[in-house]
């Protein structure tokens, strides 16, 4: 753009500098030479400003773009919760809306939307109560634990989440698009991890025995421990 510019001010005062010195008869040829060049000179810089100026108008977009957030804190509260098993999970979730026929559930044919969507995340199980430890004598305790709970999720660093398919068929402009953001948080909710505590809750008590076993005999070599699992 700038070139186009510098040429069209070069051309104007060659033009300017003939008229002087050669006068308005002589300026006619020289009028006619230049005349192309500057055609061309605008035709270009005007082909140039209209491919520029959607990419300047997305950079000023892009550019004025900002985002702020808050945040409120609504209670503190002490906990006792100790985490006895860390669970990878990946699951896939699909979901589907179609636009029906008014007043009956009967889905129109190629009306569907379709979202597909993978994650990677942590559920971390073990007890929120505190732990009941009753001294039977001198070097036997009685451990009671208490009923497992899913103490939170966490989600995996490298690839929580992944949109693997976001697709609609042909007639799909109507039909409502689908809350991919509603579809995570279900899935991520500790009702839905609760089906965890029952499938892995031998190891869970392994877990457990382990750690108040090693706990112990760093206070007393000779502890024998009872458990007792809620």
């Known amino acids: 753009m700038i070139g186009v510019l510098r040429l069209f001010l070069k051309n104007a005062i060659i033009i300017y500098v ?3 010195y050669f ?4 300026m006619s040829l020289i009028f006619k030479i230049f005349t ?3 055609a061309l000179g605008w035709l270009i810089l005007f082909a140039v400003l209209f491919l520029a100026y959607p990419s300047y108008l997305a950079y000023s977009v892009k550019e004025g773009e900002k985002s702020k957030s808050y945040s409120m804190i ?5 906990t006792n919760e100790t ?6 999970i990946q699951v896939v979730e699909t979901k589907s809306n179609n636009t029906s026929i008014p007043w009956t559930k ?4 190629l009306t569907e939307k379709k979202a597909i969507i993978i994650l990677n995340y942590q559920a971390k199980l073990g007890v929120k109560k505190p732990v009941k430890i009753k001294k039977i004598n001198e070097n036997r305790y009685s451990v009671t634990i208490p009923k497992y709970d899913v103490i939170g999720i966490e989600l995996d660093q490298k690839a929580p989440y992944q949109l693997y398919d976001s697709s609609g068929d042909l007639l799909s402009l109507a039909t409502e698009d689908i809350d991919t953001g509603k579809l995570v948080t279900n899935r991520l909710s500790t009702k839905k ?3 965890y505590l029952a499938k892995y809750k031998g190891q869970m008590n392994d877990s457990a025995k382990s750690y108040y076993k090693t706990l112990f005999q760093g206070i007393n070599k000779n502890a024998k421990l009872e458990f007792n699992f809620e």
């Open 74 to 78: 609504k209670y503190l509260e002490q």
């Open 18 to 20: 003939f008229k002087l």
């Open 193 to 195: 991890q609760e089906m």
């Open 83 to 88: 985490v006895y098993l860390n669970v990878g």
């Open 23 to 26: 006068g308005e008869c002589s």
């Open 36 to 38: 192309k060049k500057f």
């Open 106 to 109: 009967i889905g129109i044919p």
